[in-house]
């Protein structure tokens, strides 16, 4: 017979389909409506996990998110999902439900051994401990790694889809249960677009497993129908199974929607999981309020249960969490539970009540039907080993009452609310003395309501959802004059709870009694950590780790602000409360990523010319987001070898780059030389129609920020490329500078990066292949001279065409709208074919330039490199002013030893030195050694027949000729090289002239 | 002055053989004519002049959109406009553009081949948007004829609600399209939504 211990009547259950899943490979009966936790208990499954320090035995101990043992592994193999909590995780056929942290497995487990040697490993013991001797580290964390599990990553890509939604609504209502559901109606009514979220599978909350009644309907029928209500409303938004984990600025609220994962049927083809991330104009926190335990030795046995969870058991799933009850509490609510399990034909053996008086409503109906209740009375320790057995009472003196049998504690130390999204939007709470615990202050956009604000009873949460759904309705400016009425419940007025911390005298010294279950810290670490000198909380959090685990402290830190002001006789307020942080609940980093993986995980930018690429056999280099070609290798050729032919082919002949990616700015306006002026280091309002010039462009501090070569296209219009890195970065600064410091400059800016394609053709057939193309621009070298620019056509299609050159040989920069330019690319390579012509990729232009000394933004410069720090100070205007000018007459700006561009000519021509090698006079093995500086750009040069190098060397244009060295990463080797002039090639530019 | 090359689009359409398939829910609408235009917005003599050339008068409200028989105008900036248009060839409405605007301080830029068109049309096209779009598309929020530029995934992108179906014209530049296609195309995976491929090149 299976599930022994369901109850045969009432319940949300669905009996009538019944469905089974595996707990460690173990069958286990359920019905749809359970959860995996309700499910382990109507099997009489104690036993659920083990202790994450100690590895001691470990049950479930709530019926929600703040269950801070309920943790199982999900699934297996690549869907696998770690950290779920039983407690909120729908039954379902065939899931797959794993222990974690116990090996080699959960009834029997070597690392249980902890337990014993607990005396010898209190809070601290591993920072103090496994620091020394530093060799063994390897050691200790192989065995760390094994003992502290907290389940297992998949072993193989998700096949899960996961996903993200943006969301907007005036009113966000989180949490479902009566004060949620109230909410959310009321807003509704109001008119608001509403979203309404809750963690369980069903709405309901509290609604769902109570025997009271709202608006003459039972309450679960009145919550079924509230939900029906609202699901059919237009503008309303039901999310169940999702968890508002994180409220940042903004009330930016993220929501975690657990979809149809670990059912075996499922693989791949629905979402695993999806985060929404709403943008609400109001929130409303219906959160409701986490049941507090209470210390005594051996509260962590399995069957030390919440009072309420125990409630939450039978009534809403039907299951009897054991078979003879004690309670503890110090207030009302567990005489409810009492009640109910008397209903359920449960004994209550005993309740112990740390009030010295009970004479409430509750407590007088449990008097009547005859449980035993000790007032005054507390529970100081729970018997047995794998599952209580007694609990063994006391007078709040210290006298012994005697041991109860029982497989059954329920625990109650009253209520604190669930304000951990309050508290995470920085949102005020005080403390509530009432409740002996921290409860929210509503702001102006988040209106608490419910069983978080400290008011425990139905009718109110009705109440205060109502009124907090119409107020937030009415502040996102949704007022239709329509005033929903509040629903109805009865009152139920309870006697006031009495703060109970720690056990009485001598009792509080007993072992162990732990405070945060999931991180095994006890009240002895507590007393550690103050008498250590650790007495602020987030103190005491990190030198114990409490609340530290997946269940972020939820039932252990409300409990250790109190026994925290008890040890120290202040006052709890004064002790407060951890910071609470994002995830509220563990959210799978599926879930984050997404669909941002795979080829979406970013824009790959490809140009018009990518399929040619991609056809002519092109090796790709990412720079940025763009895809470039980066060399094109013949079959069997190296990239080496491929390189050395691209090079000598633009050297001798004619070759051909795609230099779409770079950046490109119309300036359009009268003011337009004025604005050049100002934003690069040279003079620029001379430049005449048609020509082009180099400019530079610093920061603020001076240092170069991008270079690119500018057109003067008419009068009043330039073309300015950037770099491709930049081109973004560039037109931003352009605009602010425009926008904010120069309103009264008459300049317009465009980007026109995208429009126009640029294919370069470079060598000294170039001139030849354009005209074979086709142009009707005169290309004679006095027509059409270095420097200057010439509109047209090429191939057919409209061009502008610049004579620059990166490569310093005779060259054409053509540039063509994008959607002809595959057209104009195919034109220009057929028409060179009897020219020899050569495509080209970066790797070779990068070898070109660094032949004839061209810096690279970012590769020869970092942020810290003056124009005349790379031998560009001719470019500096003395006769006007610039951006940057003043910073670069800085003592700083003008040090003689300031790093310099120089090239570097290694002693063995074959020998390329390693780029970012640093540099020193003499080598050796002192430390420290002092660098001369760094190897910016090293390349084998085909076209001269050895190895050269860029480098930027302190001081290095005063000491040109001398001998240095450049480190490797074996200590002993160093490469010997000489300096020289950064231009290695045609140093006087006639190539480029022709 | 059109070129009797065939013009390319980002995502494979070749002018001479394109039939745009009108009732698709997603598809590329490539070669529209996008004009880049700044003027002042104080200058009523060339919003005069403009409103003569184009048939429709700039859009001054941040955020939307002015539509005429030929041509649509969508608001970028104070200064900033981005006229879209199937009737005119990029090269004549610059010249006429020019031509009307002489001796104002304005920029007239064919941005044509530099971007490109998707358009998202029907009962799902909200929810696609929403999985890469943190705006609020709602069409209390954004009716036809409102435009926003935004980040669509982790592509820049100018949107404009067309109608109440709702339809959605996606800018995009072109070197970002392939990306924008697959992340919608991915997004839609759910609606049973595609990019047609048959009559594209």
């Known amino acids: 017979m299976s599930q022994p211990f369901r109850l045969d009547h009432d319940g949300r259950i669905h009996r009538d389909a019944p469905l089974q899943f595996t707990f460690d490979g173990r069958p286990i009966d359920a019905f749809r409506g359970d959860t995996v936790a309700s499910a382990l208990l109507a099997n009489g499954v104690a036993l659920v996990g083990r202790s994450f320090k100690y590895h001691r035995p470990r049950g479930i101990v709530s019926a929600g998110a703040e269950d801070p043992n309920a943790f199982v592994q999900l699934?297996?193999?690549?869907?696998?999902?770690?950290?779920?909590?039983?407690?909120?995780?729908?039954?379902?056929?065939?899931?797959?439900?794993?222990?974690?942290?116990?090996?080699?497995?959960?009834?029997?487990?070597?690392?249980?051994?902890?337990?014993?040697?607990?005396?010898?490993?209190?809070?601290?013991?591993?920072?103090?401990?496994?620091?020394?001797?530093?060799?063994?580290?390897?050691?200790?964390?192989?065995?760390?790694?094994?003992?502290?599990?907290?389940?297992?990553?998949?072993?193989?890509?998700?096949?899960?889809?996961?996903?993200?939604?943006?969301?907007?609504?005036?009113?966000?209502?989180?949490?479902?249960?009566?004060?949620?559901?109230?909410?959310?109606?009321?807003?509704?009514?109001?008119?608001?677009?509403?979203?309404?979220?809750?963690?369980?599978?069903?709405?309901?909350?509290?609604?769902?497993?109570?025997?009271?009644?709202?608006?003459?309907?039972?309450?679960?029928?009145?919550?079924?129908?509230?939900?029906?209500?609202?699901?059919?409303?237009?503008?309303?938004?039901?999310?169940?199974?999702?968890?508002?984990?994180?409220?940042?600025?903004?009330?930016?609220?993220?929501?975690?929607?657990?979809?149809?994962?670990?059912?075996?049927?499922?693989?791949?083809?629905?979402?695993?999981?999806?985060?929404?991330?709403?943008?609400?104009?109001?929130?409303?926190?219906?959160?409701?309020?986490?049941?507090?335990?209470?210390?005594?030795?051996?509260n962590d046995r399995p069957g030390v249960m919440l009072a309420g969870a125990i409630s939450t058991y039978l009534n809403?799933?039907?299951?009897?969490?054991?078979?003879?009850?004690?309670?503890?509490?110090?207030?009302?609510?567990?005489?409810?539970?009492?009640?109910?399990?008397?209903?359920?034909?449960?004994?209550?053996?005993?309740?112990?009540?740390?009030?010295?008086?009970?004479?409430?409503?509750?407590?007088?109906?449990?008097?009547?039907?005859?449980?035993?209740?000790?007032?005054?009375?507390?529970?100081?320790?729970?018997?047995?080993?794998?599952?209580v057995s007694a609990a063994e009472l006391c007078s709040v003196g210290?006298?012994?009452?005697?041991?109860?049998?029982?497989?059954?504690?329920?625990?109650?130390?009253?209520?604190?609310?669930?304000?951990?999204?309050?508290?995470?939007?920085?949102?005020?709470?005080?403390?509530?003395?009432?409740?002996?615990?921290?409860?929210?202050?509503?702001?102006?956009?988040?209106?608490?309501?419910?069983?978080?604000?400290?008011?425990?009873?139905?009718?109110?949460?009705?109440?205060?959802?109502?009124?907090?759904?119409?107020?937030?309705?009415?502040?996102?400016?949704?007022?239709?004059?329509?005033?929903?009425?509040?629903?109805?419940?009865?009152?139920?007025?309870?006697?006031?709870?009495?703060?109970?911390?720690?056990?009485?005298?001598?009792?509080?010294?007993?072992?162990?009694?732990?405070?945060?279950?999931?991180?095994?810290?006890?009240?002895?670490?507590?007393?550690?950590?103050?008498?250590?000198?650790?007495?602020?909380?987030?103190?005491?959090?990190?030198?114990?780790?409490?609340?530290?685990?997946?269940?972020?402290?939820?039932?252990?830190?409300?409990?250790?602000?109190?026994?925290?002001?008890?040890?120290?006789?202040?006052?709890?307020?004064?002790?407060?409360?951890?910071?609470?942080?994002?995830?509220?609940?563990?959210?799978?980093?599926?879930?984050?990523?997404?669909?941002?993986?795979?080829?979406?995980?970013?824009?790959?930018?490809?140009?018009?010319?990518?399929?040619?690429?991609?056809?002519?056999?092109?090796?790709?280099?990412?720079?940025?987001?763009?895809?470039?070609?980066?060399?094109?290798?013949?079959?069997?050729?190296?990239?080496?070898?491929?390189?050395?032919?691209?090079?000598?082919?633009?050297?001798?002949?004619?070759?051909?780059?795609?230099?779409?990616?770079?950046?490109?700015?119309?300036?359009?306006?009268?003011?337009?030389?004025?604005?050049?002026?100002?934003?690069?280091?040279?003079?620029?309002?001379?430049?005449?129609?048609?020509?082009?010039?180099?400019?530079?462009?610093?920061?603020?501090?001076?240092?170069?920020?991008?270079?690119?070569?500018?057109?003067?296209?008419?009068?009043?219009?330039?073309?300015?490329?950037?770099?491709?890195?930049?081109?973004?970065?560039?037109?931003?600064?352009?605009?602010?500078?425009?926008?904010?410091?120069?309103?009264?400059?008459?300049?317009?800016?465009?980007?026109?990066?995208?429009?126009?394609?640029?294919?370069?053709?470079?060598?000294?057939?170039?001139?030849?292949?354009?005209?074979?193309?086709?142009?009707?621009?005169?290309?004679?070298?006095?027509?059409?001279?270095?420097?200057?620019?010439?509109?047209?056509?090429?191939?057919?299609?409209?061009?502008?065409?610049f004579r620059i050159s990166f490569s310093g040989e005779l060259s054409y920069e053509i540039n063509v709208p994008a959607d002809r330019a595959r057209h104009v690319w195919e034109a220009l390579f057929d028409a060179g074919r009897p020219f020899g012509i050569t495509p080209y990729g970066t790797e070779t232009m990068h070898v070109l330039r660094a032949e004839k000394g061209f810096i690279i933004v970012g590769q020869e410069t970092d942020g810290s490199v003056t124009p005349d720090d790379v031998g560009l100070g001719r470019l500096l205007s003395r006769r006007k002013d610039f951006l940057g000018k003043r910073s670069l007459s800085r003592p700083d700006s003008v040090r003689l030893d300031r790093k310099q561009l120089v090239g570097l000519l290694t002693d063995d021509p074959a020998q390329v030195l390693p780029e970012g090698g640093h540099i020193v006079d003499a080598p050796g093995r002192r430390r420290p050694l002092p660098m001369r500086g760094h190897v910016t750009s090293s390349y084998f040069s085909p076209v001269l027949g050895r190895s050269i190098a860029l480098a930027m060397i302190s001081g290095g244009r005063a000491t040109l000729g001398g001998r240095l060295y450049v480190a490797t990463l074996d200590e002993d080797r160093w490469l010997p090289a000489r300096s020289c002039h950064h231009v290695f090639y045609d140093p006087h530019g006639a190539r480029q002239h022709v | 002055m059109s070129s009797p090359t065939p013009r390319r689009s980002p995502l494979g359409a070749i002018e001479s053989v394109q039939h745009p398939p009108q009732e698709a829910q997603l598809f590329e609408r490539p070669f529209l004519t996008q004009i880049n235009l700044r003027l002042d917005p104080a200058d009523s003599e060339a919003l005069a002049a403009i409103q003569l050339v184009l048939g429709v008068q700039l859009p001054l409200t941040p955020n939307t959109t002015a539509a005429g028989q030929e041509l649509l105008a969508a608001w970028l900036g104070p200064d900033e406009w981005l006229l879209l248009t199937e009737h005119h060839q990029p090269d004549a409405l610059v010249t006429n553009l020019q031509a009307a605007l002489t001796g104002h301080f304005a920029s007239v830029v064919d941005t044509s081949a530099g971007q490109t068109v998707i358009r998202l049309s029907g009962p799902s096209a909200l929810d696609v948007l929403a999985r890469g779009c943190a705006l609020d598309l709602h069409p209390s929020a954004f009716p036809p004829g409102a435009c926003a530029q935004t980040l669509l995934a982790r592509a820049q992108a100018l949107l404009i609600a067309v109608d109440a179906a709702p339809t959605f014209d996606i800018i995009v530049r072109r070197s970002f399209a392939p990306y924008v296609a697959a992340w919608l195309q991915d997004s839609a995976h759910q609606f049973d939504l595609h990019f047609p491929t048959s009559d594209t090149a």
């Open chain 1, 75 to 298: 699934g297996h193999g690549a869907r696998t999902l770690p950290n779920r909590l039983a407690t909120v995780t729908p039954a379902t056929p065939g899931l797959e439900v794993r222990h974690v942290n116990a090996w080699p497995s959960l009834d029997f487990d070597l690392m249980s051994a902890f337990g014993l040697a607990a005396p010898f490993i209190p809070a601290g013991f591993y920072y103090k401990t496994l620091m020394w001797p530093r060799r063994l580290w390897p050691l200790y964390e192989h065995f760390l790694r094994h003992a502290a599990g907290l389940g297992h990553a998949p072993d193989a890509p998700d096949p899960d889809r996961y996903d993200h939604v943006h969301a907007h609504c005036d009113v966000l209502v989180v949490g479902a249960g009566p004060a949620g559901l109230a909410a959310a109606r009321a807003a509704a009514q109001s008119g608001a677009r509403v979203i309404v979220a809750d963690e369980q599978a069903e709405f309901g909350g509290g609604l769902l497993s109570t025997a009271q009644r709202v608006d003459g309907l039972p309450a679960p029928q009145w919550a079924d129908a509230a939900t029906a209500e609202l699901s059919s409303a237009p503008d309303v938004t039901v999310l169940s199974n999702t968890t508002a984990f994180g409220l940042y600025e903004s009330n930016l609220v993220l929501l975690a929607e657990r979809l149809h994962s670990h059912q075996p049927d499922n693989a791949g083809s629905e979402s695993g999981a999806r985060v929404w991330r709403v943008l609400p104009k109001q929130v409303v926190l219906a959160t409701g309020a986490h049941e507090r335990p209470l210390l005594f030795a051996n």
């Open chain 1, 316 to 387: 809403r799933y039907a299951v009897a969490p054991g078979s003879r009850a004690v309670l503890f509490t110090n207030n009302d609510s567990a005489y409810r539970t009492a009640l109910d399990l008397a209903d359920a034909g449960v004994p209550v053996a005993a309740i112990a009540d740390v009030r010295l008086e009970s004479d409430g409503d509750l407590p007088s109906q449990a008097r009547a039907q005859g449980i035993p209740i000790h007032t005054g009375a507390v529970v100081v320790q729970a018997h047995g080993r794998g599952r």
């Open chain 1, 398 to 801: 210290g006298a012994p009452l005697g041991t109860v049998e029982c497989d059954l504690l329920g625990v109650s130390g009253g209520f604190a609310p669930a304000l951990h999204l309050h508290a995470q939007a920085g949102a005020p709470m005080t403390w509530n003395p009432q409740i002996a615990a921290f409860a929210p202050q509503p702001s102006h956009d988040i209106h608490p309501a419910g069983a978080v604000t400290g008011h425990l009873d139905l009718s109110s949460a009705l109440r205060q959802g109502t009124a907090a759904g119409a107020a937030a309705a009415a502040a996102a400016g949704c007022s239709n004059g329509h005033t929903p009425a509040a629903p109805r419940a009865a009152e139920t007025p309870s006697s006031d709870l009495e703060p109970y911390w720690l056990p009485p005298g001598d009792l509080a010294r007993a072992k162990p009694q732990f405070v945060d279950l999931h991180e095994d810290v006890t009240l002895d670490d507590l007393r550690l950590s103050l008498r250590e000198g650790f007495e602020s909380i987030e103190h005491v959090k990190r030198y114990t780790t409490l609340g530290m685990g997946p269940d972020q402290g939820k039932l252990a830190n409300p409990l250790a602000t109190g026994v925290i002001a008890q040890l120290l006789g202040r006052d709890p307020a004064s002790v407060g409360t951890p910071r609470h942080r994002p995830a509220y609940s563990p959210v799978s980093l599926g879930a984050i990523a997404g669909r941002h993986i795979g080829p979406l995980a970013d824009p790959v930018r490809v140009t018009p010319m990518q399929e040619w690429h991609e056809s002519a056999g092109a090796r790709f280099e990412n720079v940025g987001q763009w895809r470039r070609a980066w060399y094109y290798p013949h079959p069997g050729e190296s990239m080496h070898e491929a390189v050395a032919r691209e090079c000598l082919a633009v050297r001798h002949r004619v070759g051909i780059l795609d230099y779409s990616t770079l950046g490109k700015i119309e300036i359009t306006g009268p003011d337009a030389g004025e604005f050049l002026d100002r934003v690069y280091t040279n003079a620029w309002k001379r430049l005449r129609p048609g020509r082009c010039r180099y400019g530079l462009m610093l920061g603020e501090d001076g240092m170069i920020f991008d270079d690119g070569v500018t057109a003067r296209l008419e009068n009043q219009r330039y073309l300015m490329f950037t770099s491709t890195a930049n081109a973004a970065p560039v037109l931003a600064w352009l605009e602010q500078w425009l926008q904010t410091e120069w309103t009264d400059l008459r300049v317009y800016l465009t980007s026109v990066s995208e429009h126009w394609s640029n294919i370069a053709l470079a060598g000294p057939r170039s001139r030849q292949v354009l005209a074979a193309a086709g142009t009707d621009i005169p290309l004679a070298r006095q027509d059409f001279p270095f420097m200057t620019f010439r509109q047209g056509h090429v191939a057919g299609v409209p061009a502008r065409v």
